[in-house]
Nanobody, 111 residues
Framework: QVQLVESGGGLVQPGGSLRLSCAAS????????GGWYRQAPGKERELLAF???????NYADSVKGRFTISRDSAKNTVYLQMNSLKPEDTAVYYC?????WGQGTQVTVSS
């Protein structure tokens, strides 16, 4: 059983930055694609970015150029650096790998 634990969410003003972390209990990110999703109230869960085992990345158009996904294999951790945050980025952010999900971390962008 693998556990994914997100951290780093919080309240930030528009234009600000946050870095989310997703720590895995095993080396799941070395052999599986790791992804970040978000879900805003009343909306479907949305894939934002993913990173493949060989380091390839891809982003949703809504976050391209503002968010960066990265991985530290030694720490079994995937990160999501979020810059130029907008109020519409407010959501619960989830980490995913294989069929495992984290518990989510709230990100609120508001002045």
């Amino acid at each position: 059983q693998v556990q994914l634990v997100e951290s780093g969410g919080g309240l930030v003003q528009p234009g600000g930055s946050l870095r989310l972390s997703c720590a895995a209990s095993g080396s799941i990110f070395s052999i599986n694609t790791g992804g970040w999703y978000r879900q805003a109230p009343g909306k479907e869960r949305e894939l934002l970015a993913f990173i493949t085992p060989d380091g390839g990345t891809n982003y949703a158009d809504s976050v391209k150029g503002r968010f960066t996904i990265s991985r530290d294999s030694a720490k079994n951790t995937v990160y999501l650096q979020m810059n130029s945050l907008k109020p519409e980025d407010t959501a619960v952010y989830y980490c995913h790998a294989q069929h495992y999900w984290g518990q989510g971390t709230q990100v609120t962008v508001s002045s």
